[in-house]
Nanobody, 124 residues
């Protein structure tokens, strides 16, 4: 059974940093695409960053230069380093795994597995 467990969320002031982690179990980590999504109240879930098993990455324009996605395959763990946080980054952040073949990394409907989410709140 696949499980994704996020951690690292919290409350920070604008300009601060947080590091999110996603521990994966029961998942063929080495062969699948993973991503981070976020959802603010009243808004659709949006792709933040994605990473392929070969380490290639993709980012939403709104976070480029501020967020970094990475992975430790030996620990089956995905990370999202978030710097220069802004109030508009406030959202529930989700880890996702198993991008469908031909799917788009930024489309939540193309992922098969999800974590429970971790809240990030940025105050001005």
């Amino acid at each position: 059974q696949v499980q994704l467990v996020e951690s690292g969320g919290g409350s920070v002031q604008s300009g601060g940093s947080l590091r999110l982690s996603c521990a994966a179990s029961g998942y063929p980590y080495r062969s699948r695409y993973m991503g981070w999504f976020r959802q603010a109240p009243g808004k659709e879930r949006e792709g933040v960053a994605g990473i392929d098993s070969d380490g290639s990455t993709s980012y939403a324009d709104s976070v480029k230069g501020r967020f970094t996605i990475s992975q430790d395959i030996t620990k089956n763990t995905l990370y999202l380093q978030m710097n220069s946080l802004k109030p508009e980054d406030t959202a529930m952040y989700y880890c996702a795994a198993d991008l469908a073949y031909g799917g788009d990394w930024y489309d939540w409907r193309d992922f098969g597995y999800w974590g429970q989410g971790t809240q990030v709140t940025v105050s001005s």
